[in-house]
């Protein structure tokens, strides 16, 4: 027998520090309509010093849980996204699970950038829908502004900090995941990706003055393989579920740029009412930025139950994926 997969509570967290344009006009060559222009980005939640990834996934854990009504003994695996974990060993989903005190949960991370989020629900998914688990708790947690160099303001004025969660568990016939798909394609590595510090080429104090453990992009390159990418695997999941472009209640993106949102939407024949955004106040979270989106939507009352969404994310590795929710 099997299932339906859905999300059952959402949460999300931010840091109280807030980077703005103004505030990077002072440290790089930019400017306020460079950024904005460029990226539709006005400001970026910013971590201090003292703060780290599994901090923001606990707290948007502790509210997802809250949310569902679901006792964190009862979860089963917890899944963290996350391109910037805690360190090396352990994964930060066991850091996680020790904090919401998920006892008899798995905790293991998921490394693939800004489409994380999706592939920890696509992976869950089945396992509730064929009764392996029950419940799962999937976060999608950054702090990727330790990892931006402040001397690039290619990628600088990009990235932010956060973390977004989900409980999913059973859920009606017709009602949650509809359908999911995750994709990758390693041939376009060098179009975002930070060289050092893994086995290949260490941490040396060549890396370190080379600058090898920040972000690098190809944006204009990255540009036009994202949006072709989101925009096939969204039709085709929309196709699988049974349902057109025009049934859909709300599309949200990976927030990676407003530019790519904005074509991807073009693409997809999606009205601006109907594609989500918060970039211009949260910069690209990469993992976290589809869960607190989404989570925003439910806040604000955009997304009802009953309510068809589309969420389609793409990110460095590359990595791509999209899933459609009857809510």
Known sequence: MTQNAGILGMGHAYPSGVLTNADLEKIVDT?????????????????????????????????????????????????CATTTPDQILPSTGCLIQRELGCE??????????????????????????????????????????????????????????????????????????????IRSDGRYEEQLFAPGGGTKLGTTHETIDNRLHYFKMKGNELFKVAVRSMAEISTEMLEKAGYSVED?????????????????ASRLGVPEEKMYSNIAQTGNTSSASIPIALDECLEAGKIKEGDLVLLTAFGGGVTWGATVIRF
Request: glycine share 10%.
């Open 248 to 264: 859909v209640t709300m599309v949200v993106p990976h927030q990676a740029n407003q530019r790519i949102t904005d074509a991807v």
């Open 31 to 79: 400017n306020d309509e460079w950024i904005t222009t460029r990226t539709g980005i006005k400001q970026r939640r910013k971590a201090a010093d003292n703060e780290y990834t599994s901090q923001f996934a606990v707290a948007a854990g502790k509210q997802a849980l809250e949310r569902a009504g679901i006792d964190p003994k009862d979860i089963d695996i917890i899944v």
């Open 104 to 181: 008899n949960a798995a905790g293991m991370d998921v490394f693939a950038a800004c489409s994380g989020f999706l592939y920890g629900i696509t992976m869950v998914e089945s396992m509730i829908r064929t009764g392996q688990i029950r419940y799962a708790l999937v976060i999608g947690a950054e702090v990727l502004t330790k990892y931006v160099d402040y001397t690039d303001r290619s990628t600088c004025v990009i990235f932010g900090d956060g973390a977004g969660a989900a409980v999913l568990g059973a859920v009606p016939e017709g009602k949650g995941i509809l359908a999911t798909k």
